[in-house]
């Protein structure tokens, strides 16, 4: 299998993913935090190293300001729910995924203001018309780093000082980017950065965190144990654990810690190179075929490794499905859980086949996918 989907959920991971989960489960499955027994402190050891971890790639001075979470759509909507109320007005940009799209839906019904401000047919937004959008009633600025559906990295250092600069909150969706794009939440001003585990973090699935700036109050989205000031029946107004009610899921976060050294060992720098060279390739290979239609700009700079692509006369579907089947590609097809984003580019109708490249991902499969596009193109596309 050439796998292709690595903005879905990336594959494979580290063989110390691995090892570290087998190693969680077998010699400290307890509870952390919730009993003084040293299975119980391996448990806990487990959760402080990650944490520290999380800290130093993102350049977070606290790691107790990070929250475990389910994944970033729990972070996100922690942090939208938590931080809005009826009447604050938010800016946020026409391609954000459905895990900021909807609980924003949500919370307008509630009585907040949206404002969305529209991208363009190659999927940019413009940092003036972000900045015109805000009010003097604007709460937060709430944006994805980077689109899932065109690959396009958002300037968030810009975005930072205009909500410094305004005093408005900056929460940021590093979904796309955190383990491959560099993330500062200081010098890019960030006040609330959600993450997900499972893609470039190259952890597993049920992972992810709020990291949540000093200054920022949050109403916890859910209340129950901690394991912290058990003698009382009100929540903790401490830092994790007014947003870590529940049982937390170990195992994952020693796999995730294992994810993040082995990002923090092959440098963030030399993954984002590599992937931005296989992105390129493919981008300009795919310009070669006659048939096949690519989405987003020619600008090399500022991208993830996303690339959108249809042929002309099929259906998003049956290309990847071709391209499974025919040739073991796996890539992924359809409206990628962002129709505001597919509106912008003019896919809502059709949606995309979308290729994600990931750190394992070589030149060699690259090469094979572009073949893979051209023997679709010549037997499918001849006879639609």
């Known amino acids: 299998m050439i796998y292709l989907d690595n903005a879905a959920t990336s594959w494979p991971k580290p063989e110390s993913v691995y090892q570290a989960m087998e190693h969680c489960m077998r010699h400290a499955g307890a ?115 980077a689109s899932n559906v065109t690959g396009t990295v958002l300037p968030i250092e810009k975005i930072g000082q205009i909500s410094r600069k305004k005093g408005i909150a900056f929460l940021l969706d590093a979904a796309q980017t955190a383990g491959v794009e560099d993330i500062d939440v200081d010098l890019q001003g960030i006040d609330l950065l959600a993450f997900t585990g499972h893609k470039s973090l190259l952890g597993p699935q049920g992972t992810g965190g709020l990291w949540v700036r000093e200054n920022i109050t949050l109403k916890p989205l859910r209340w129950g144990g901690t394991g912290s000031n058990s003698e009382s029946d009100l929540m903790p107004d401490i830092m994790p654990d007014k947003l870590e ?7 994952g976060i020693a796999g995730l810690n294992a994810g993040l050294r082995f990002i923090l060992e092959k440098g963030l720098a030399n993954i ?17 075929i006659p048939g096949v239609i690519r989405y ?89």
């Not at 499905?321 to 059709?350: E, M």
């Open 31 to 145: 509870n952390p935090g919730r009993g003084g027994h040293r299975m119980a402190l391996d448990a806990g050891r487990i959760l402080f190293e990650c944490r520290d971890t999380l800290a130093d790639l993102f350049h977070i001075e606290d790691p107790n300001q990070i929250a475990f979470m389910l994944n970033a759509t729990d972070a996100l909507n922690t942090a939208l729910f938590g931080f809005l109320n009826p009447g604050d007005h938010v800016v946020t940009t026409g391609m954000e995924h459905n895990a900021l799209a909807r609980p924003l839906r949500c919370l307008e019904r509630m009585g907040i203001k949206l404002t969305v401000v529209p991208a363009d047919p190659y999927g940019e937004v413009a940092v003036g018309d972000l900045e015109a959008a805000c009010t003097g009633g604007t709460k937060l600025m709430a944006v994805s780093h």
């Open 245 to 251: 009610s529940g049982t937390p899921n170990t195992v």
């Open 272 to 288: 984002r190179l590599q992937e931005n060279e296989l992105r390129q390739k493919l981008w300009t290979g795919l310009a070669a």
């Open 296 to 384: 987003g700009s020619d600008n090399p700079e500022h991208k993830t490794g996303v690339v959108s692509f249809n042929i002309k006369g099929l259906d998003s579907g049956k290309v990847s499905y071709l391209l499974d089947r025919r040739f073991a590609i796996a890539t992924r097809a359809g409206l990628h859980c962002a129709p505001w984003a597919h509106n912008s580019i003019g896919t809502l109708a059709t949606g995309t086949v979308r290729a994600s490249i990931g750190c394992f991902n070589t030149a060699e499969e690259i090469d094979l996918l572009l073949e893979a596009v051209r023997n679709i193109t010549d037997t499918e596309g001849s006879s639609s």
